[in-house]
């Protein structure tokens, strides 16, 4: 039965959009559960939509006042028990056979996928900040800024914080979305069934630079992943505490690569870690109103330099640069 | 206070400065026009001081027009600047502005006045009294409302428009990232309109609960007043949480306490979990006067009695009590673990089931009837398939493991739009055709109607059937642009056309409006669609104490009945009292003021002018509490004379009065 609505789904989608859907093209066991459960959904929903628009059609054509018509007096009708108990109670079966596989993939979703159960996971934090997402490997101790890589078949564990407003990560092709939030963490399983690129982005609004909060995810050979490291490892620049500080403030950034992880010095989903925000760099047009700022503010001030100060006052928030 | 006018006064970009010239100019034209034609006098005795439901009704929905032709504005800039990849029109602050003004009016300050105005105009005639409850609370709901609307508007030219989001989330509204005064401007001015909204709220249940014509029980009330009910009581029981919400905002940007902030120990979900405690029942607060709206004009244009009563009210009050326990599925993805979100999944589907119920109810009412195709009827039977539509994607996104794939996407955004404007706007504009007689005595052309209604539907469907695509494709909301190699560019043209094709449906409207004002009939009957509950009753336009006698109800459908029956408009003169009427009264119109210039003072954080203006607010209250104005009587020869007029009128009914 399941089987039988994904086929008549996938067949019937490509009529309706005549375009590529990522939803539907999942590249990963999470966003395949979560593909599948979509598919059962429009299957039912497809049900109830033929059925209601059917029963419209007839209904009003076939009761429609023509002049014939004229003079005639529709019976006296108050309802009938039978079938308002009929049609209520459609729709509670149709209800338990979505939340029944909702409920399944809801708890699988907070698994590892299955076949990835005993593997250990690469552990990848992900840090996101105004506007830019920052990815902490700290196993292999490097750091990237909006781009990420990671081996291909394996299981990879996001850990992720904000170290600002709330914001939320999603990859498409890989899993579903959550959210990134300051003093909290949310973890994310995510296995790629083979390489590929990716791409990941905020979904969840915070503030001018938005729009360009994207980042790719590169799914490598673990052989290529390999390399990768040792070559990061290699030529990448060192992390300064400085150096992260200036990554923080509410820019655009291209793709940056560092050896060295922040998380030595702050860990944002810590309740008690300190406050990275100043309001004097988020002011946008009109009256500005009065500013309360706190202790454990940073001083972001002496480190902006001239190119970021410019940064912040274009209204878009920064271009690209670096791609 | 080192206040700089230069930046009070946003300007510099060629849209703000030509807003702001139509401003100037539209202010000049109002003033000269009433001092040319000495209209003053008529406009404060007649509008500004009213306690009339009718017209206070009447003031609603003329807000809400304005403030849908605003909200349209916004839509249209923001489909205009998204209908090419990395367009140069709007920058990323101003398109941010206008997607949040566009939400925050469309809902607040359009949907609800509109709903608002028509429950007005038509619940206490619905069920036979002379007003609401409290007239001049009536009346101070409106002007609350109208003060927070152009205390909200004015955001746009003066100081700078909040940029959050309709929603505002922390800690990205607090002043860490939104130090400018636009998100004061939201704070303040939703606090003022709530009030009144809050009151409306309370107004309505006492009305409805108290005042009903002898006979009418609540089982034989029409299915607008019961939903006008049901949503009065959700307005009870959301509003007080919006008003904590706002409250604590407001703390959190004047005041530098942190409910919500990033530092110090606030918490940004706990604004989140507020916002929505109120914002999902706010959407049934909206959607369930529109289904009462589409009860009473599928019946009386199918010619038959509601199918399923009984279980249409059952309906109801199980939404409004759903309509509590869903909020968390705004918020799936903050991971509040399976077993919460698995809960809020099955609340939230299980709404599906009793709106199911009533959609099976409509057409089973249009089953066996004879359906005709006025413009209203067309409005309440569009309203089905492209209901469905938004119900089904509803379900779709209700399901917490999808909604991953889905939230803050434009599918999102296609499935409220397909929720919001068949549910909501249609309803309205059915109404608006429906009981426009029973305001103004003459009907909307039915023929501009008509191009008004393909228009719009079409021009719907075009601009948000895209989006549901755009949203699997993975385009969020939101974005103010989007590169030329995401693929989004064609599906973002179609629907940027669409809403050119919307906004010209909703430019008939208005000249629908203007041309029935000058040319439609005026011998229009008092009831003209041979319609099935009290309103239409009484005179059209309806006199300003509704009924000479009040009638008596024995079932569903009094009026029909009493016309199968042979009952005419007869009246006895014997059966003519005097009828004891509310004053009108400045106050209400006199508080909207010093609320509007506390508020003003307070989202620019002059709080010492703040506190001055707020006195006024409480002299406000003290002139009101020693006010012993007891209203007035309508004398039996004047109701005599009134009665006659109108009833002369109708052809064979002559004279029926002494």
Redesign the interface.
């Known amino acids: 039965m399941k089987r039988l609505f994904s086929l008549l789904v996938v067949g019937l989608l490509p009529l309706l959009a005549g375009c590529e859907m990522v939803v539907f093209q999942p590249q990963g066991p999470a966003a395949r559960s979560i593909t599948e459960l979509i598919n059962w959904s429009i299957g039912w929903m497809l049900l109830v939509v033929v059925v209601v628009f059917a029963l419209f059609a007839y209904i009003v054509w076939k009761y429609r006042d023509r002049p014939e018509r004229q003079g005639e007096e529709p019976p006296e009708e108050h309802g009938s028990t039978v079938l308002e108990i009929v049609w209520t109670v459609i729709p509670i079966l149709i209800v338990i056979a979505l939340t029944i596989p909702t409920m399944r993939t809801l708890y699988d979703l907070e698994k590892p996928p299955k076949g990835y159960e005993d593997e250990k996971p690469l552990v990848i934090h992900v840090t996101s900040a105004d506007w830019k997402w920052i990815f902490s490997y700290p196993e292999q101790n490097i750091e990237t800024v909006n781009y990420v890589n990671i081996p291909a078949g394996r299981l990879v564990l996001f850990k992720m914080t904000s170290a600002s407003t709330m914001q939320s990560f999603w990859v498409p092709a890989l899993a579903g979305q959550k959210y990134t939030m300051n003093k909290m963490e949310t973890e994310l399983y995510v296995v790629a069934d083979r390489p590929g690129s990716y791409e990941g982005r905020n979904t969840n609004f915070n503030g001018r630079g938005y729009a360009h909060m994207q980042f790719e995810v590169l799914a490598q050979t673990p052989k290529e992943f390999d390399k990768w490291v040792q070559e990061v490892k290699q030529t990448a620049p060192k992390l300064t505490k400085e150096k992260y500080e200036e990554l923080l403030l509410p820019t655009h950034l291209g793709r940056l690569t560092f050896v060295d992880t922040h998380l030595q010095w702050v860990n944002h989903a810590d309740p008690h870690s300190k406050t990275y925000t100043n309001p004097e760099l988020y002011r946008g047009h009109g009256y500005q109103g009065k500013i309360f700022i706190r202790e454990d503010n940073y001083k972001s001030s002496s480190i902006c330099n001239d190119e970021q100060q410019k940064a912040l006052e274009s209204d878009s928030g920064g271009e690209h640069h670096g791609h | 206070m080192g206040i700089?006018w230069n930046?009070?006064f946003?300007g510099?970009d060629p849209l703000l400065v030509g807003s702001q010239i139509a401003i100037v100019l539209t202010v000049v034209a109002i003033v000269v026009g009433l001092t040319y034609f000495k209209k003053w006098g008529w406009l404060w005795r007649e509008w500004l001081t009213t306690v009339d439901h009718k017209k206070i009704g009447i003031m609603y929905i003329l807000s809400g027009v304005l403030m849908f032709f605003r909200g349209g504005m916004d839509g249209l800039l923001m489909k205009a600047q998204t209908a090419r990849p990395e367009m140069n029109f709007l920058?990323?602050?101003?398109y941010?502005e206008i997607f949040t003004t566009h939400g925050v009016i469309m809902i607040l300050f359009m949907a609800m006045p509109f709903l608002i105005g028509l429950m007005n105009v038509v619940v206490p005639l619905q069920i036979g009294a002379r007003d609401v409850a409290f007239p001049q609370l009536n009346a101070l709901s409106f002007w609350l409302f109208f003060s927070g609307a152009m205390l909200f508007n004015i955001s746009f030219v003066v100081?700078?428009?909040p940029?959050?989001?309709w929603t505002s989330?922390?800690?990205?509204a607090g002043?860490?990232?939104?130090?400018?005064?636009?998100n004061?401007y939201y704070a303040i001015a939703l606090q003022i309109a709530g009030l009144g909204t809050l009151m409306t709220g309370i107004n309505f249940i006492v009305t409805i609960l108290k005042m009903r014509a002898p006979g009418m029980t609540l089982m034989k009330m029409p299915m607008f007043t019961w939903t006008t009910l049901i949503t009065s009581i959700i307005i009870v029981a959301a509003f007080p949480i919006f008003t904590v919400a706002l409250a604590l905002m407001t703390f959190d940007?004047?005041y530098?306490t942190h409910f919500f902030t990033?530092?110090?120990g606030g918490s940004?979900?706990l604004w989140a979990n507020l916002f929505w405690l109120w914002g999902h029942p706010e959407v049934y607060i909206v959607i369930l006067p529109a289904f009462g709206i589409f009860s009473e004009v599928i019946a009386t244009f199918?010619?038959?009695?509601l199918?399923?009563?009984?279980?249409m009210v059952i309906s109801i009050v199980g939404i409004a009590f759903l309509s509590m326990i869903v909020w968390v599925h705004h918020?799936y993805?903050?991971?509040a673990?399976?077993a919460v979100?698995?809960f809020f999944?099955?609340t939230t589907?299980?709404i599906?089931?009793p709106t199911?119920?009533k959609?099976?109810?409509w057409?089973?009412t249009?089953?066996?009837?004879?359906?005709?195709?006025t413009t209203a009827m067309l409005w309440a039977?569009a309203f089905?398939?492209n209901f469905?539509?938004g119900g089904?994607?509803g379900?779709?996104l209700a399901?917490?493991?999808?909604?991953?794939?889905?939230?803050?996407?434009l599918f999102l955004v296609a499935h409220f739009h397909y929720v919001l404007i068949p549910g909501v706007v249609f309803a309205v504009f059915a109404g608006l055709y429906y009981w426009w007689p029973k305001m103004f005595g003459f009907m909307l052309n039915e023929k501009l109607g008509k191009y008004h209604f393909w228009l719009f539907t079409i021009g719907f469907n075009v601009t948000f059937m895209p989006m549901f695509?755009l949203g699997?494709?993975?385009a969020?909301?939101?974005?103010?642009?989007?590169s030329a190699e995401s693929?989004f560019a064609?599906?973002f043209l179609v629907s940027a056309i669409g809403s050119i094709i919307l906004a010209i449906g909703f430019a008939v409207f208005c000249y629908n409006i203007y041309w029935s004002f000058r040319y439609a009939k005026r011998d229009v009957s008092h009831d003209p669609w041979d319609a099935r509950t009290l309103e239409w009753m009484t005179a059209s336009p309806v006199q300003f104490y509704n009924f000479a006698v009040v009638p008596e109800v024995k079932q569903l459908d009094a009026f029909w009945h009493m016309k199968k029956r042979g009952e005419t408009l007869t009246l006895k003169e014997s059966d003519i009292k005097k009828i004891h009427m509310p004053s009108n009264s400045g106050l209400p119109f006199y508080m909207a003021v010093v609320f509007g210039i506390t508020g003003f003072f307070l989202v620019?954080?002059a709080h010492i002018a703040a506190a001055v203006a707020a006195i006024g607010i409480v002299i406000g209250l003290i002139i009101r509490s020693f006010d012993y104005n007891d209203g007035y009587y309508v004398s039996v020869d004047e109701i005599k004379q009134t009665e006659r007029t109108w009833r002369t009128v109708e052809g064979g009914t002559e004279n029926h009065v002494g």
């Open positions: 700089k930046e009070i946003v510099g920058d990323a602050q101003h941010n100081g700078g428009s940029d959050a989001g989330y922390f800690p990205l002043k860490e990232f939104s130090p400018g005064i636009g004061n940007r004047l530098g990033l530092s110090s940004d979900m199918s010619r038959k009695t199918y399923g009563y009984t279980s918020f993805t903050m991971d673990g399976p979100n698995s999944s099955i589907m299980l599906a089931v199911g119920v959609i099976f109810n057409l089973f249009m089953r066996k009837g004879r359906i005709q195709f039977l089905v398939p469905v539509i089904v994607t379900v779709m399901m917490a493991a999808a909604d991953y794939q889905y939230h803050n996407t695509f699997l494709k993975g969020v909301r939101r974005a103010y642009t989007y693929g064609p599906l620019f954080e």
